[in-house]
């Protein structure tokens, strides 16, 4: 069984602040997959980032990096220079890879609602 | 591209009412989720078809929810008597098959409907 843990529900910083959102994984398989959403004030689910359990790298996409951490089965994710509308809950979601017709079904954690106060 | 589209965006509806919520994957993609997100219990996956056939119903909660999808491009959720305790918002979510190994098939959301039952 898989699962995904946000220890974070709530997280409050000013505007400018950098924050880090835990994501901690449970999984027995060997290949799998790590992604982030963005669930922002209107409801919507934005994809931000997958990553791939062979792939340690990190990754930075403008104000946004993500560190893998195999060791520690963590998938952290690094919001720098905040910004208020970087307000909305972000969920962090794990898909095992399946060779049959089974597809990739997500395990989401519990979310982290961030809010940026100017 | 346009993206996952659901409709509606919002619905209240009375207890015991016939509730069918629709979804129009992203063209091309062969898998075709319904997610359903509540504060209790958070985002979990409910049904998933590949191809246009069902794959894994264990999450649908009973009998009062069934799902098709008669083509490629469409599929509904029906709630049939619909309940309070079914309030939540319906996401639908599609991903296309390709190279689990490169690709990773990321799933993407459409913007969920709201479902209120009073």
């Known amino acids: 069984a898989q699962k995904v843990t946000q220890a974070q529900t709530e997280i409050s910083v000013v505007e400018k602040e950098d924050v880090t959102l835990d994501c901690v994984y449970e999984t027995r398989d060997t290949t799998y997959y790590l992604f982030w959403y963005k669930q922002p004030p209107s409801g919507e689910l934005v994809f931000l980032i997958r990553r791939n359990s062979f792939d340690e790298q990190n990754e930075i996409s403008g104000r946004y990096s993500w560190n893998f951490q195999k060791s520690t089965s963590s998938f952290n994710f690094t919001i720098t220079a905040s910004q208020v509308v970087d307000s909305a809950v972000y969920f962090c979601a794990l898909s095992e890879a399946r060779w049959d017709n089974a597809g990739n079904m997500l395990t989401f954690g519990g979310g982290t609602r961030l809010m940026v106060k100017p | 591209d346009a993206g996952v589209i659901q409709s509606p965006r919002h619905e209240v509806t009375e207890m015991g009412q016939e509730v069918t919520l629709r979804c129009k994957p992203i063209s091309g993609h062969d898998y075709l989720f319904w997610y359903r997100q509540t504060m209790m219990r958070g985002l979990e996956l409910l049904i998933y078809f590949n191809n246009n056939v069902p794959i894994d119903d264990s999450g649908m909660p009973e009998d009062r929810f069934s799902a098709k999808m008669p083509n490629a491009s469409f599929s509904t959720l029906k709630i049939q008597p619909s309940e309070p305790r079914d309030s939540a918002v319906y996401f639908c979510?599609?991903?296309?098959?390709?190279?689990?190994?490169?690709?990773?098939?990321?799933?993407?959301f459409g913007e969920g409907s709201w479902l209120t039952v009073v």
């Open positions: 979510a599609s991903s296309s098959e390709g190279s689990l190994l490169i690709s990773g098939n990321t799933i993407y």
